[in-house]
């Protein structure tokens, strides 16, 4: 079943006098409980293909539908909803709030939720077992380190039960070990909680995990395998 | 949301915190201010006062009974006759705490065996001025006026000096009579007086009234009933004049009239209308360089955090929370500055300033004025919260700025900012 549906998108960026063609037309699929890399050089559109896809972004031209609904269509506040329901997100760096300790930083994306205490409560605690870091859980980020950072940042990311968790680049700034207990990680959770992971890499690793490998070149998909 | 979740409060505050030297730059740039406003507003408050004091304390009194043309024409032509009797049956109109003195106030020269200087002779009643002006305080040298003495005088120290008289010394005292005659009498000086302004030593002279009375051949008859209230905020409008009017009508038919002291003393009366506003506009002068301090640094610390702003927003909060997020910081600094100040406002005044600011080092520039030469600072809540006030919704709308600089950020725009 299909979550997502990417139809003939295109985005451009202007720098000055300068316009770069980060997408071109691209068409694509997510099916629900999909385990996604999004892989290509430097500049090929991955990132960006993954903005638009979480809404933090919108086209110059075509659609994105997230659950049958356009993104376009939606207002910025429309959009924060979205995000904050639906999509979880893991950043390459900079992933938690600095002052909020670990347990706070997963506390805080089910408060925008309006979720109750006592539930919230047991939801972070859950996750932190579920991450392995409820000895972490009064640290704050810079007592991390990396690998227990992006921890942390999945276990923020999946802890309101998004349908979509996009992650961009999770692995860029951890050691292939630790990189790798990450991803077995997220594969746990793609396939116990059948959330579709979209990755954004171009780490062989992250590509290895993957059930589907999304090329992109140039702003164009040149090859989309399903393992 | 809730605008103050526990969790957006935790923020605000470790972020407050994030950069301890610059928010302890602004918060002491909050507290100066907020200090320069109260304990200014404060002193302001306390030369006004002693400005009210002192000239109340000057013969004038809250409330003052005379003759309408008295005030055209300070003869004895303009008198009050039966003083006493008229002294009495207002008295029944007022509580029982209000004092009253009658006098005999009018213009004279006095002679010593080598000058004349003219001077204005008051006849009072010694006993109904303890409380109602400043010759009821103790003496500054003899022996105070007794009732019964129909010799006795007493004289500014000021006077005293200048003319090189000694207490005990002889006088004489002329002045006019109903007629156009002139009449003099020899006095003896009792004693000698200090005034808050110098003029008044130099001016007044205070003997019997009965014998006042008798030297003019004017027996019952006095110049103006002075009426002094207890209440010690009768400077302040209401009270004084709902007695005036009460006054005013029982002397119908008399041609007397009752003033109160705002009439009396326009310029003073005029000074603290305004004083308000003045006070107004200097919090709001202070908080226009306060407020480019606060609206820089807030704008600093967004800066710095646009990344985390970005992610805020990614995660999926809108706009409206990353404002809230920054006005709770700038309301926490703005807090934390007032409740900082508001003590030390209350230690300078309570305690530095608790004997008060002598300002003698003005000299006469501060007497013409009326202004006593020790000021003792007043705090008045009113200042207070005005000037905590104009810092709350003044900074809370300077935050603003930053607050919605803050809210623009879009989370790519953010993300790329690295």
Same mark, same amino acid.
């Given at each position: 079943m299909e979550i997502i549906r990417v139809d003939s998108v295109s985005k451009v960026y202007h720098q000055g006098r300068v316009s770069f063609r980060?997408?071109?037309k691209v068409s694509l699929d997510f099916k629900k409980g999909e385990f996604v890399a999004l892989a290509g050089?430097?500049?090929?559109?991955k990132t960006t293909l993954l903005n638009l896809i979480g809404s933090l972004d919108v086209p110059d031209e075509g659609e994105v539908f997230f659950d049958q609904k356009n993104?376009?269509?939606?207002?910025d506040s429309e959009r924060a909803d979205l995000r904050l329901h639906r999509i979880g997100f893991v950043f390459?760096?900079?992933?938690?709030?600095?002052?909020?300790?670990a347990a706070e930083n997963i506390d805080y994306i089910l408060l925008l939720q309006k979720v109750d205490k006592f539930l919230r409560t047991r939801k972070v605690n859950d996750i932190l077992q579920e991450v392995g870091l409820t000895d972490k859980a009064s640290n704050r980020p810079d007592e991390l380190s990396g690998g227990q950072q992006q921890r942390v940042a999945v276990a923020r990311a999946i802890v309101t039960d998004p349908q979509v968790v996009l992650a961009d680049e999770?692995?860029?700034?951890?050691d292939s070990t630790t990189g790798r207990k990450l991803l077995e990680m997220m594969q746990q959770m793609n396939r116990t909680k059948k959330v579709t992971f979209i990755f954004a890499t171009h780490d062989p690793m992250v590509m290895d995990f993957a059930d589907r490998l999304v090329s992109l070149k140039d702003g164009r998909i040149v090859s989309d395998t399903a393992k | 949301m809730r605008f103050f979740d526990l969790l957006s409060v935790q923020i605000s505050w470790r972020n407050l915190w994030r950069n301890p030297r610059r928010t302890t730059i602004i918060l002491t740039a909050i507290v100066v201010g907020i200090i320069s406003m109260i304990v200014l507003s404060a002193f302001g408050r306390g030369m006004m006062e002693g400005m009210v004091k002192n000239s109340i304390d000057?013969?004038?009194?809250?409330i003052k009974i005379q003759n309408p043309q008295y005030r055209i024409d300070p003869a004895i032509d303009n008198r009050i006759d039966q003083a006493e009797k008229i002294a009495a049956q207002i008295g029944e109109l007022l509580p029982d705490d209000v004092q009253l003195a009658t006098r005999l106030r009018l213009d004279g020269v006095l002679s010593t065996s080598r000058e004349h200087t003219g001077v204005m002779i008051v006849g009072i009643d010694p006993a109904a001025e303890k409380g109602v002006?400043?010759?009821?305080?103790?003496?500054?040298?003899g022996t105070p006026l007794q009732?019964?003495?129909?010799r006795g005088l007493l004289i500014g120290q000021g006077l005293l000096e200048r003319l090189g008289l000694e207490i005990g010394k002889k006088v004489v005292v002329l002045s006019q009579d109903a007629s156009g005659e002139g009449r003099s009498k020899a006095f003896r000086i009792r004693g000698s007086y200090r005034a808050e302004m110098r003029d008044t030593e130099k001016r007044y002279i205070f003997i019997n009234l009965k014998s006042f009375q008798d030297m003019l051949a004017a027996?019952?008859? *006095?110049t103006e009933i002075s009426i002094s209230l207890?209440?010690?905020? *009768?400077?302040?409008?209401g009270t004084v004049e709902d007695y005036v009017d009460r006054i005013n009508e029982r002397l119908d038919g008399l041609g007397l009239e009752a003033t109160g002291w705002r009439q009396l003393l326009p310029a003073i009366a005029a000074y603290i209308d305004m004083f308000d506003v003045y006070m107004l506009i200097w919090f709001v002068v202070v908080f226009v360089a306060m407020g480019f301090g606060l609206a820089n640094t807030v704008l600093m610390a967004v800066y710095e955090r646009m990344r985390e702003f970005g992610l805020q927003r990614a995660l999926g909060l809108r706009s409206s929370g990353i404002i809230k997020n920054v006005m709770i910081e700038v309301l926490f600094l703005l807090l934390i500055g007032m409740a900082l100040a508001d003590l030390c406002s209350f230690f300078l005044v309570k305690v530095v300033f608790r004997s008060g600011i002598d300002l003698g080092s003005f000299g006469a520039g501060i007497e013409m004025w009326g202004i006593s030469r020790i000021v003792y600072p007043v705090l008045s809540l009113s200042d207070i919260v005005m000037a905590n006030g104009v810092v709350v919704l003044l900074g809370l709308l300077v935050g603003l700025y930053p607050a919605l600089h803050a809210a623009r950020f879009t989370p790519i725009e953010t993300m790329r900012h690295l």
């Open positions: 980060a997408l071109d050089p430097s500049g090929s559109g993104l376009s269509e939606l207002n390459q760096a900079y992933n938690l709030i600095p002052v909020l300790t999770p692995t860029a700034n951890l | 000057n013969l004038v009194g809250h002006s400043f010759i009821g305080r103790p003496l500054y040298q009732p019964e003495d129909a027996p019952g008859s *006095a207890r209440n010690a905020n *009768a400077y302040q409008t």
